[in-house]
């Protein structure tokens, strides 16, 4: 049942190679046998994974973490299914001069948000393209920002806007950003007795983000993605942030971000920051396209997401 | 072995499982209700789609555990005492299905479209199906048919 030369992943994409006729290719499409238990409260939650140890997960929407269980890319003797706990940290609200979001929130829930559409762009724009309706009704943001596939676009999203990470553990909580949260490829800084609970994005005045995408067809993983946000200052911008997905990027695109602080925005100078941007890339060749491919449309995806970004900040569009 | 309870079309159904059963095979093999398709297994396709607390969801990447204590809709709960849904009698007039797999899934998720809005475009019947593949390229009459489906009461499909 499963497609040749491609494995499952994070949404029940394809983001890894398998080699055709390997025995990963005639699918287990069962998981291996596990534990089970169900939180009912965050600190339930964290009780339950401090007292069965690192051999435990959680297990949010399922979205992920169940095809990749399938496939035997993660063999957890426990799960612990937080999803009870989708009322307690499903949330967007408004806290001063943050966004905060639930970790349990859904990516229906975000995609429907009128605060995010108003104030946060970026999330709205990245949710339509996520993977599809149906996957929207279970996936949530902290399962997909904790898988950290390296071509997700909502770890894209929260680097640009500058997203602090809240993550809970029996002695409190840590706030991370997320050049010290993303560890690389499936791989962030929650200890295996912590949880992500919150996601914080702090709102500037007069700012604006968004997102840009390609991808093969409706609901499929990125080609290339690009998110940028930009909040101006007395004609200039004042804060800059882009950051890239699927082109193996860093976190932050740093260097091209920097080109733009103080200076007018404008289309010119847009180009040159995306140019740094796709150049500081390192795409790989797959069945998504070329390097050269992907290095391109990051570039040209950049500067739309710029383009956008500014016009949303200058409340020239929605 | 957890004991898991689920509310299926209405009736309470408790059985005791692997942990590791996931949804679709839940209704398929304890309970017998083969309507809910086995299709990808990967999230992709759409055939295993229930209704989950009133949300598609697709069944294949969800756990039976997760379910426990939910109120789940399967096509064998849309035809109420001899009467078909209207999404139903829709696909029956407008030809929505070919060979019938993907059928299922796609008449549950446009129950739930049509429950939260009764009377949408084309391009909203579109996004809404965008989950779910026709391996028989059919969503022109899929669309129609669920058009049918919003233009129509359950009294006139009774008559």
Same mark, same amino acid.
């Given at each position: ?6 494995? *499952? ?9 398998? %080699?055709?006729?390997?025995?990963? #290719? ?12 169900? +939180?009912?409260?965050?600190? /339930? ?17 399922? /979205? ?16 612990? &299914? ?5 009322? #307690? ?19 229906? #829930? ?12 970026? *999330?709205? %724009? +990245? ?68 949880? $992500? ?14 997102? #840009?995408?390609? %991808? ?5 993983? +990125? ?15 004042? /804060? ?35 140019? $740094? ?8 060749? &797959? ?32 | ?46 055939? @295993? ?49 070919? @060979? ?33 593949? @026709?391996? @028989? ?23």
């Amino acid at each position: 049942m499963c497609g040749g030369g491609e494995g *499952v992943g994070a949404d029940g994409r394809w983001p890894f190679e398998i %080699d055709p006729g390997s025995e990963r #290719e005639t699918a287990l499409q069962v998981p291996a046998p596990f534990e089970y238990e169900r +939180a009912t409260s965050i600190d /339930h939650a964290l009780e339950l994974l401090t007292r069965l140890g690192p051999d435990a997960q959680l297990l949010a929407g399922g /979205h992920s973490l169940l095809p990749m269980m399938k496939l035997r890319l993660a063999t957890p003797g426990y799960l612990i &299914d937080i999803d009870d706990l989708a009322g #307690e940290l499903g949330y967007v609200r408004e806290h001063e001069d943050e966004i905060r979001i639930g970790a349990m929130t859904r990516h229906r #829930e975000l995609l429907e948000s009128e605060l995010l559409a108003g104030r946060l762009a970026i *999330v709205t %724009d +990245a949710e339509r393209v996520i993977a599809d309706p149906v996957v929207r009704n279970r996936g949530t943001i902290g399962g997909a920002l904790c898988q950290a596939d390296p071509s997700e676009d909502l770890g894209a999203v929260c680097a640009a806007v500058g997203a602090q990470m809240v993550i809970r553990g029996a002695d409190g909580e840590r706030v991370l950003g997320m050049d010290e949260f993303h560890r690389g490829a499936y791989q962030t800084a929650i200890g295996p007795a912590e949880m $992500l609970v919150e996601i914080r994005v702090p709102v500037r005045e007069d700012s604006g983000s968004a997102y #840009e995408k390609v %991808d093969r067809r409706v609901g499929d993983w +990125a080609v290339a993605a690009a998110g940028a946000a930009i909040s101006l200052a007395s004609g200039v911008i004042g /804060h800059a942030g882009i950051a890239l997905a699927a082109v193996g990027a860093e976190v932050r695109c740093a260097e091209s971000e920097q080109v733009l602080v103080g200076e007018p925005p404008s289309d010119e100078l847009f180009t040159r920051a995306a140019k $740094l941007a796709a150049a500081a890339s390192r795409p790989v060749s &797959d069945q998504r396209g070329s390097a050269e491919y992907k290095r391109h449309v990051a570039a040209v995806l950049t500067e739309r997401a710029l383009a956008r970004a500014t016009a949303r900040a200058l409340g020239a569009e929605r | 072995m957890i004991q898991v309870t689920i509310t299926v079309n209405d009736r309470e159904q408790t059985r005791v499982v692997e942990p590791r059963t996931l949804l679709v095979h839940f209704l398929r093999d304890e309970l017998g209700l083969t309507g809910t398709h086995w299709g990808c297994d990967t999230s992709n396709c759409g055939a @295993c789609v229930v209704l989950m607390d009133g949300w598609p969801v697709k069944s294949c990447t969800v756990l039976a555990a997760t379910a426990s204590g939910h109120a789940l809709r399967t096509v064998e709960g849309l035809e109420v005492d001899g009467v078909l849904d209207p999404v139903q009698q829709g696909f029956s007039e407008e030809h929505g299905l070919q @060979c019938g797999f993907c059928t299922p899934g796609m008449m549950l998720t446009a129950r739930a479209l049509l429950d939260r809005n009764p009377d949408p475009s084309d391009l909203e019947i579109r996004q809404a199906i965008s989950g779910q593949i @026709c391996r @028989c390229t059919g969503y022109t009459t899929i669309v129609r048919s669920i058009r049918w489906a919003a233009e129509h009461s359950t009294e006139e499909v009774q008559r």
